[in-house]
């Protein structure tokens, strides 16, 4: 690896940290700023929702923006308006404003995110890849375990505003770097975009998530029953508009290559079954347990940490070994996980077994994103990198979105709606009469993420059996 090789690996991985270190570090943060914006909680829930909605509806699209105009400008331009955004939401007087600016925020992290992939392609040889992309993996995954840890620090220590403000230097430095070692090497193409189809799935998702925050606070009402059908009739809409469209929102002609289906795929339900869990066990420590989200995140911040600091060595094993076996095995530690999870978790289970459990979850996770990231772009066409990069992205994120819904629905199903919203944000603990039905629920939530991990494997699975590296040669000669 040679030097500008190392700045843009550096600068792909800040990038990632970055990104996902605002999809986390929000949320210990939304009990005093619902005080401090005077708001309520079913509004201010979109501060997370909203960077999750915008990541997903413009990852395609803004990867297709690189391939048509440079992913090195877009990135860079990305990281210029992360750290204005950045720097908005902490100017914000009320939450109008400050999911208005989230949502710059998320369109700047989008043209980072959506391009990282493509970039990482452009500079890196095929061989090398499951490093590059366990190591940016790596750097999303401390990111999100930062923000967890920050959120709480920040928000205690310093104030509120600060989890934003603290994007603005490091923006600027990355900006910088970018400016000076970041260059188009990838090839240009000649494309349209997709405006029926990014509107209508973003009305579809909106309504989605929608209907999902009201059915938690009120519970289900026509309300919600007409939200649901208008989303599903949205969603139908968009799959015939991308059937019919010169420029499709989803790169249509991707999903040809089957490795590239599969790899995508096994990413959505990871994605589904795996921030539904996060999301729960935050729930429990702090519900169930009665500790405040600082100390919630204590307990689980030691799993993730290690399982992240594996990710680049799982990266060098997928570029030495078959990545298909490398992956799949990731999946299958985490639905180890998950099924510890279903047995152990109770009442009174010591702590120390959540750390173990994470530990194990996160690893597995660690492989499987340094694998699988290489193999969603090991056949496809370097004409064609931004668009699969940020369809990948999308799916991805679609899978996130989803999960947090599921996590919602799954707690005020079992506790009453007023105080499902207070529990996950660490404002409330449930009484002891609500602890084992909560548990109950949250055996259930186990099981159905138990059962997308399987899917998962499978997908994973039914990839080429053949050797990363012997494919290379294969197709070399």
């Known amino acids: 690896m040679d030097k500008v090789q190392f700045i843009v690996l550096l600068l792909l991985t800040l990038s990632s940290f970055m990104v996902a270190l605002d999809s986390t570090i929000v949320i210990l943060a939304l009990p005093v700023m619902l005080t401090a914006l005077h708001t309520d909680l079913s509004t201010l829930i979109w501060v997370i929702l909203i960077y999750i909605l915008s990541v997903t509806i413009f990852s395609t699209q803004l990867g297709k923006l690189g391939d048509i105009k440079g992913r090195a400008m877009m990135f860079n331009l990305g990281i210029i308006l992360f750290g204005i955004g950045s720097a908005l939401c902490g100017l914000s007087t009320n939450a109008v404003e400050l999911i208005g600016f989230r949502a710059v925020q998320a369109f700047g992290g989008s043209l980072m995110s959506s391009n990282t992939m493509a970039i990482a392609s452009d500079y890196f040889p095929t061989s090398s890849r499951g490093f590059v992309f366990g190591t940016t993996s790596m750097g999303w995954n401390l990111g999100a375990v930062a923000g967890i840890l920050a959120g709480g620090v920040i928000t205690t220590f310093i104030g509120w505003r600060w989890i934003f403000y603290i994007n603005v230097p490091v923006a600027i430095i990355g900006f910088i770097m970018g400016l000076i070692y970041l260059k188009d090497r990838g090839i240009r193409t000649r494309q349209g975009f997709d405006i029926p189809g990014s509107i209508t799935l973003g009305l579809s998702l909106g309504l989605y998530s929608m209907a999902g925050i009201t059915y938690s606070g009120i519970g289900y009402t026509e309300e919600v029953g007409l939200m649901l059908a208008t989303a599903t009739v949205l969603l139908v809409l968009f799959l015939y508009i991308e059937m ?182 660490g404002a409330s603990a449930l009484t002891p009469s609500l602890m084992e039905p909560f548990i109950n629920s949250l055996h259930m939530a186990f099981k159905v993420s138990l059962a997308l991990i399987i899917i998962a494997i499978a997908t994973s699975w039914s990839r080429t059996r053949v050797p990363m590296t012997q494919r290379r040669e294969i197709i070399n000669k």
């Open 244 to 425: 019919r469209a010169k420029y499709p929102l989803i790169g249509l002609s991707l999903f040809k290559i089957r490795m590239f289906t599969l790899s995508s795929l096994s990413y959505f339900f990871q994605y589904m079954a795996n921030n539904a869990i996060l999301f729960l066990i935050i729930m429990y420590l702090q519900g169930v347990r009665g500790l405040n989200p600082f100390e919630a995140s204590l307990w689980l911040i030691p799993g993730y940490l290690i399982g992240s600091l594996s990710a680049t060595l799982s990266g060098r094993l997928a570029d030495r070994f078959d990545a298909r076996i490398i992956a799949s095995t990731g999946l299958t530690l985490q639905a180890v996980a998950y099924i510890l999870y279903d047995t152990l978790l109770t009442l009174n289970t010591p702590l120390y077994l959540i750390v173990v459990i994470t530990t194990v979850s996160g690893t597995g996770a660690a492989m499987f994103f340094a694998a699988n990231g290489k193999m969603v772009m090991h056949e496809v066409p370097s004409n064609l990198y931004g668009v699969a990069s940020g369809t990948n992205r999308t799916i991805g994120n679609i899978g996130i979105l989803l999960s947090f819904i599921v996590a919602i629905v799954v707690s005020s199903a079992a506790v009453p709606r007023s105080i499902a919203f207070q529990i996950f944000v």
